[in-house]
């Protein structure tokens, strides 16, 4: 039943997580996992990169309420928690969330929950670096309307 | 004293990320520190007010009803969009 | 638009179908990936390991069918679908699906209708080595009813 | 010609897991082929006629009306446990 939870500026190896929810562990036939990553189209606009701030204080107690949360619904063992901060380029990883469990539909909805609850509670903010021809221009993103419906449907 | 906290757009519109309140009034709710700080500085009255800008209070998302004591951060910020 | 389908009795490595899934890919912000593990206990029994039969002609069909399928209901980019046959143990992986979509939603709704199809339509078949104390028993696998009703669900 | 495969626990049943029909009529359905082998082997009556067994003609399931042509492979298996 264990929780790891990171926020980081460095890269994280997809390898290395899938490691921490499978090794050594018989009791779980299901592992889900979700990866984030900087795609070059967003919202109708040219993407080359993003910089990530956060509420460092708050964005821990954030992540491991929501693994909380997804714990006290669905019946889970493990589960990983990451996301990164800082200036990142097209095809970098931003965010991972992988959980186990015995059943795969605990894991699918687990791991679902946990992304939208992320979306619209945890305290990052991207600003985006959009090209438009040759000229670039940082500007933060938008929040989106369908993020908070996506949450709202867990409840 | 309250530690006041600002983030992204927010930050970037007010120009400071963090400010100490060093004497605030006893009683102070959420609204009551934000009617002193556009009292203070006016030209945050627009950013600080929007409808959409969220407040926490030690780092839990907090109504503006919300009571303060000495030793309080405080933080204003617009809605999130990480992952 | 790559599907990736393979049945064989060899094991995959996470790390590499990852790759597969996102090298060179900027159009996609979401992966989502199952991994389904042989676990030690099944329906109320304890299992030592599992051997899994199936059709090898009607395999490879079905499971491509199965993709099409999900790439009709959602936008879709790279897929990956690998199942296991022959011998397992404790903890082997048995099936994996991978997808990649712009969107989250998309990724998880993928992933999770491939592997409820799968289990209801693709010709596989698991054996079971129980164990009862010392004495040990093979006993095919019963399909679950809620199987079929969580296929049922996506149509 | 007709080849007629088993799966799985019928396989087991059956104790074969392949047969090779050599001259059916020409007009089977994939009842009639049932019906055939349960005429040739009657202790497969129970297993093959089970309510729950499927078929497959030509690698696709098929339902018992389905019209047979030479050349087809035809397959009998309980209900699929992968994943």
């Known amino acids: ?155 | 004293m309250l530690t006041v906290l600002f983030f992204a757009q927010l930050r970037e519109r007010l120009g400071t990320d963090k400010l100490i309140i060093e004497t605030p009034a006893e009683s102070w709710t959420v609204a009551d520190l934000t009617k002193h700080l556009v009292g203070q500085y006016p030209e945050w009255q627009k950013s600080l007010l929007a409808s959409n800008i969220i407040t926490a209070v030690n780092q839990q998302v907090a109504d503006k009803a919300q009571a303060l004591k000495s030793g309080d951060e405080i933080a204003y910020f617009p809605p999130v969009t990480g992952g």
């Open chain 1, 1 to 155: 039943m264990d929780t790891f939870i990171r926020v980081s500026v460095e890269d994280f190896s997809i390898a290395d997580e899938v490691d921490k929810l499978t090794n050594a562990n018989v009791d779980d036939g299901a592992m889900v996992t979700f990866t984030g990553r900087v795609r070059k189209r967003n919202d109708g606009h040219d993407v080359t990169g993003l910089f990530l701030e956060h509420y460092p204080a708050m964005t821990n107690k954030l992540l491991a309420d929501i693994c909380q949360q997804a714990r006290a619904k669905w019946q889970l063992n493990r589960i990983v928690v990451i996301h990164r901060v800082g200036q990142l380029y097209l095809g970098d990883n931003i965010v991972f969330v992988g959980v186990t469990s015995e059943h795969r539909g605990d894991a699918f909805a687990a791991a679902e929950f946990i992304m939208d609850y992320l979306k619209v509670s945890a305290p990052f903010w991207k600003k985006e670096t959009r090209a438009n021809g040759d000229s670039r221009t940082d500007e933060w993103v938008e929040a989106k309307a369908s993020d908070q419906e996506k949450a709202a449907h867990w409840s």
